[in-house]
DNA sequence: CGTTATCTTGACCGTCGTCAAACAGGGTGG
DNA sequence: CCACCCTGTTTGACGACGGTCAAGATAACG
């Protein structure tokens, strides 16, 4: 289960057995409430077990950014076991279960086992690179395909743990929590997301979102899932989107 | 030299030498010419050892997103030697001089020295912390606070290397690279400076840029500069911004 | 000294933001 | 079971920030 996020990041041997050795404890949050907050100090390392977060950060004049999604396996707080202290904030979108790890034994680890520290390197690395193609989005692209190219990130990521990328899934962020995501209004955001369901390109009912047009949705979303590094080095496309 | 990039990430004791001691050889750039592509795989690690560089994204629609902006002492292709292809693309601004160290030399060193990853590490997540704020500033301000915002990053990362804040620096951006760099437009650009060189924030000449009122500069900025992890942890702030 | 890149300015336009109100759904308590 | 909220969604009218197009002015460069 801690295992999770060691998966999608290196191919280890045995020394998974050292992950799912370490120590640690579980709690549990409910929506809406802060797993980390902007000037937090921790001597823990935590990860995201189940549930869905997000990263934020307010600005000056109270608008806020969200930076990134957090899904199932995604490490939360590495950052402050090697720099001072957080730098924006990580709140829950859903009930979510949490694993928190002492940073010593993380530490200790990762100097023993050359495996786990590449693993540590190349998670953050991919998180750095989510964060250079959402400025692209920001910054570049325009209100419908900059939401589309959101939607199908989910779609791509949450396809990792199993779910296809045509596949419904549940979007558990509001209007206003998308428009913070992908910089801007929820107004906006409504009449965007009304205008790619009308098109056919985005389906909506109660089990969640749907993309009947798969291929199309991803050409309109300028969306090309490279980015995310799903493959290790070396491994061999399985899908590709 | 090479050194440089540990010195602003970890104290390291006497395994400087062991970064010194890496085997390297040195190229030149001239100004314009991409050190990577997007997609580009490779073996060797770079670091910049002066000039100035960016990094860089094109959309579908051929509209580019500069990333972020490399300065002195900054690793260029980390990223390439854990994970797979190059997912950007890093061209120089200036004429630049760069290290190219081999992948195992730098492997090696890191599992054998626990600080040098540690280093490493650390390095690539103030990348990280940098990535954010630029997408807050991109996502969340207004024109006029987004281009103040990014002449103090400036001002601030250069005066580690020894320049104070308030002093003049050279730009090494055109106009149309800065709105790339804050997603605007270049005659965008051009109005807004010239609005901050009107209001007496923004001094410039020959010799370059200064800000007569460094703190008001500041705040009009809404600009922090935490993010930017500028000390050890644990290290008192020498110069407070 | 001519050629090209960069900066500057004006007029006009459109995407997206603002303000405001109505509507739907889910939970709570009387 | 039904008022009553509260949060989130939806829609309209209007305005503004920043984009587009185009031209001329400067500066950089061979």
Same mark, same amino acid.
């Not at 937090?40 to 004049?61: E, M, N, W, Y």
């Given at each position: 289960?801690?295992?999770?996020?060691?998966?999608?990041?290196?191919?280890?041997?045995?020394?998974?057995?050292?992950?799912?050795?370490?120590?640690?404890?579980?709690?549990?949050?409910?929506?809406?409430?802060?797993? /980390?907050?902007?000037?937090?100090?921790?001597?823990?390392?935590?990860?995201?077990?189940?549930?869905?977060?997000?990263?934020?950060?307010?600005? +000056?004049?109270?608008?806020?950014?969200?930076?990134?999604?957090?899904?199932?396996?995604?490490?939360?707080?590495?950052?402050?076991?090697?720099?001072?202290?957080?730098?924006?904030? =990580?709140?829950?979108?859903?009930?979510?279960?949490?694993?928190?790890?002492?940073? =010593?034994?993380?530490?200790?680890? /990762?100097?023993?086992?050359?495996?786990?520290?590449? /693993?540590?390197?190349?998670?953050?690395?991919?998180?750095?690179?989510?964060?250079?193609?959402?400025?692209?989005?920001?910054?570049?692209?325009? /209100?419908?395909?900059?939401?589309?190219?959101?939607?199908?990130?989910?779609?791509?990521?949450?396809?990792?743990?199993?779910?296809?990328?045509?596949?419904?899934?549940?979007?558990?962020?509001?209007?206003?929590?998308?428009?913070?995501?992908? +910089?801007?209004?929820?107004?906006?955001?409504?009449?965007?997301?009304?205008?790619?369901?009308?098109?056919?390109?985005?389906?909506?009912?109660?089990?969640?979102?749907?993309?009947?047009?798969?291929?199309?949705?991803?050409?309109?979303?300028?969306?090309?899932?490279?980015?995310?590094?799903?493959?290790?080095? +070396?491994?061999?496309?399985?899908?590709?989107?």
């Amino acid at each position: 289960m801690v295992n999770k996020f060691a998966i999608h990041v290196s191919l280890s041997d045995l020394d998974r057995a050292a992950v799912q050795g370490l120590p640690h404890s579980v709690r549990y949050f409910e929506s809406g409430s802060y797993i /980390a907050r902007d000037g937090d100090l921790t001597d823990h390392c935590t990860v995201l077990l189940s549930g869905f977060a997000f990263r934020h950060k307010i600005t +000056g004049q109270g608008l806020r950014q969200i930076l990134s999604i957090l899904i199932p396996g995604d490490i939360i707080n590495l950052q402050q076991l090697y720099l001072d202290a957080a730098d924006h904030n =990580v709140q829950t979108l859903t009930p979510c279960k949490i694993a928190t790890i002492p940073q =010593v034994a993380l530490r200790t680890m /990762a100097s023993d086992r050359t495996a786990i520290a590449d /693993a540590l390197i190349a998670s953050t690395m991919v998180d750095a690179s989510i964060y250079r193609e959402w400025m692209v989005n920001i910054g570049r692209r325009d /209100a419908r395909t900059r939401l589309a190219h959101l939607l199908c990130e989910f779609a791509a990521r949450l396809d990792v743990q199993g779910i296809a990328p045509g596949q419904p899934y549940e979007l558990p962020m509001t209007q206003e929590q998308l428009g913070d995501a992908i +910089g801007l209004t929820t107004v906006h955001v409504n009449r965007t997301l009304r205008g790619l369901i009308k098109d056919g390109l985005v389906f909506q009912n109660k089990r969640g979102i749907t993309f009947p047009e798969w291929e199309i949705f991803m050409v309109e979303a300028d969306f090309n899932s490279r980015y995310l590094h799903l493959r290790e080095r +070396g491994t061999p496309p399985g899908y590709s989107f």
